[in-house]
C-alpha cells in the first residue's frame, strides 16, 4: 500500500460529495415554495429547451432508465405538469409535452434554480466554481452511466469462454 500524502488523506471527497448532495436534495425538498421534486424540475428544464421529447431522450438527459423516467413522468403527468402523447410516426414511442401549469411551475423553478446556485456558488471565485464544475463534469466522464452494464457483460461474457 503506498503512502498517502496529508493532501490526499484529508480529502474524503466519495463522502463529502455523497453527504453534500444528500443534504442539497432534502433542503430544496423541505421549502415550502417548491412545487416540484428536483427530478420534476430538472424534467421541466428539459422540456423548456426543447417541448416535445421522446421519453428516452428525456431520461438520457436526466441519467434515468426506462422505468425512471416512466416514473417521473408518470408523477408529473398526475401533477398536470406534462402530458405524453404517442410519436406520429413510430406508435411505440412516446413524447412528453409541458402543460400550461407545466410552464408556470417551470418559471418558478428557474427562479428557485438561481437563487440556491447563489447561495452554493457564495464565498467563491469564478474561476474557484469553473474548476468544481469541471471537476464534476469529469466524474461523469470517469464512470459513465452505462459502464456498471458493459462490465457486467464483460464479466458473463469471460466467464463463458473460462473452461
Known amino acids: 500500500m503506498r503512502n498517502k500524502s496529508p493532501e490526499e488523506r484529508r480529502h474524503r471527497l466519495i463522502y463529502?460529495?455523497?453527504?453534500?448532495?444528500?443534504?442539497?436534495?432534502?433542503w430544496m425538498a423541505a421549502q415550502p415554495q417548491n412545487d416540484v421534486t428536483p427530478?420534476?424540475?430538472?424534467?421541466?428544464?428539459?422540456?423548456?429547451?426543447?417541448?416535445?421529447?421522446?421519453?428516452?431522450?428525456?431520461?438520457?438527459?436526466l441519467d434515468l432508465g426506462p422505468a425512471g423516467i416512466s416514473g417521473l413522468v408518470d408523477r408529473s403527468a398526475a401533477a398536470k405538469l406534462v402530458e405524453r402523447r404517442a410519436d406520429r410516426e413510430d406508435g411505440?414511442?412516446?413524447?412528453?409535452?409541458l402543460t400550461p401549469k407545466g410552464r408556470a411551475v417551470l418559471?418558478?423553478?428557474k427562479s428557485a434554480t438561481a437563487e440556491i446556485?447563489?447561495?452554493?456558488?457564495?464565498g467563491f471565485t469564478s474561476a474557484e466554481i469553473d474548476i468544481v464544475a469541471r471537476w464534476l463534469t469529469s466524474i461523469q466522464d470517469k464512470f459513465p452511466r452505462d459502464s456498471t452494464?458493459?462490465?457486467?457483460?464483460?464479466?458473463?461474457?469471460?466467464?463463458?469462454?473460462?473452461?
Open 39 to 61: 427530478a420534476q424540475a430538472g424534467l421541466l428544464f428539459i422540456l423548456g429547451k426543447q417541448d416535445g421529447v421522446l421519453m428516452g431522450e428525456a431520461g438520457a438527459a
Open 117 to 122: 446556485n447563489a447561495t452554493l456558488t457564495a
Open 107 to 109: 418559471a418558478q423553478a
Open 92 to 97: 411505440r414511442a412516446w413524447r412528453v409535452w
Open 149 to 163: 452494464q458493459e462490465n457486467q457483460r464483460e464479466t458473463q461474457r469471460t466467464n463463458r469462454r473460462e473452461p
Open 16 to 26: 463529502l460529495l455523497s453527504v453534500a448532495q444528500r443534504r442539497l436534495q432534502r
